[in-house]
């Protein structure tokens, strides 16, 4: 199973992107995806996850500002970030499992894609 990420970059604070996952070579549907991020000296750490049902978990940093959508029937995962913020910098990773579990991460993991919020 291989997650591509895309979407990251530079941004200003206050502005937005859209990050984007696709899963491939997976036998198996994905019933659980979304995003954690890691910044410099940190932890990884949950941002977003969906599960096939539509249920979410989320990151208090970003509620409110972060929505994730997902298309399982492609092996698709958004996440839409609004009004970013310097402390949201980080390398964000696609994550995916089989299961719907959204309390650990998923067993997949995608390269990272890296987000800056800088003026």
């Known amino acids: 199973v291989q997650l591509q990420a895309s979407g990251g970059g530079l941004v200003q604070p206050g502005g937005s992107l859209r990050l984007s996952c696709a899963a491939s070579?997976?036998?198996?549907?994905?019933?659980?995806m979304g995003w954690y991020r890691q910044a410099p000296g940190k932890q990884r750490e949950l941002v977003s996850v969906i599960s096939g049902g539509g249920r979410v978990k989320s990151a208090d940093a970003v509620k409110g500002r972060f929505s994730i959508s997902k298309e399982f029937d492609k092996s698709m995962v958004y996440l839409q970030m609004n009004s970013l913020r310097p402390e949201d910098t980080a390398v964000y990773y696609c994550?995916?499992?089989?299961?719907?579990?959204?309390?650990?991460?998923?067993?997949?993991w995608g390269q990272g894609t890296q987000v800056t919020v800088s003026s």
């Open positions: 994550n995916a499992d089989h299961s719907y579990n959204l309390e650990v991460p998923g067993q997949f």
């Open positions: 070579g997976n036998r198996f549907a994905m019933n659980a």
